[in-house]
């Protein structure tokens, strides 16, 4: 059974860091590319980040600069340092896994985890 679970979210001011961690289970993780998402109240799910097993990097242009995607495979975890946090960074973010490359498609992620809520208050 595979499992991902989110941890190190909660409540930052204006220009604050966060750093998110995803630890898997069940899965053969440095097969899989990793990926972060994030879902605000009332709007979509959308892609923030992704690393694949070889760690390269895709980021969503709103974060490019203040946050960084980065994996230990020997930990099979996955993190998100998120800086220079806005309040349009509010959401829940999420952790995604596929066995294939990354895609900001959030469609094509076979497992997910349960959130950890954000809040970036001004």
């Known amino acids: 059974q595979v499992q991902l679970v989110e941890s190190g979210g909660g409540l930052v001011q204006v220009g604050g860091s966060l750093r998110l961690a995803c630890t898997a289970s069940g899965l053969t993780f440095n097969s899989y590319a990793m990926a972060w998402f994030r879902q605000a109240t009332g709007q979509e799910r959308e892609f923030v980040a992704a690393i694949t097993w070889r760690s390269g990097v895709t980021y969503a242009d709103f974060v490019k600069g203040r946050f960084t995607i980065s994996r230990d495979n020997a930990k099979n975890t996955v993190y998100l340092q998120m800086n220079r946090l806005r309040p349009e960074d509010t959401a829940v973010y999420y952790c995604?896994?596929?066995?294939?490359?990354?895609?900001?498609?959030?469609?094509?992620?076979?497992?997910w985890g349960q959130g950890t809520q954000v809040t970036v208050s001004s």
């Open positions: 995604a896994a596929r066995p294939q490359n990354p895609t900001v498609d959030a469609g094509l992620y076979d497992y």
